[in-house]
């Protein structure tokens, strides 16, 4: 998912499967966050000639 900012940089949201959380076992469905290997993490970019790098991360 990728948004451009009104500076000019775009922020980008990353979902990573951690592997140290991952867990072989099913999870219910709606189990709570604290169970799921998943994180989210929402990287911003900031254009430098022909590629981007990154600006911050939160």
């Known amino acids: 998912e ?3 900012l009104v ?5 980008a949201r990353v979902v990573i499967d951690n592997p140290s959380a991952h867990s ?3 999870l219910r469905p709606g ?3 604290s169970q799921r290997s998943e ?11 022909d ?3 990154i600006d911050e991360v939160r």
Not at 7 to 11: E, F, P, Q
Not at 39 to 49: E, I, N, R, Y
């Open 2 to 4: 990728i948004t451009p």
């Open 7 to 11: 500076d000019g940089r775009v922020s």
């Open 24 to 26: 072989h076992v099913p």
């Open 31 to 33: 189990a709570p966050a």
């Open 39 to 49: 994180q989210v993490a929402l990287f911003v970019l900031v254009a430098d000639g």
């Open 51 to 53: 590629r981007w790098l």
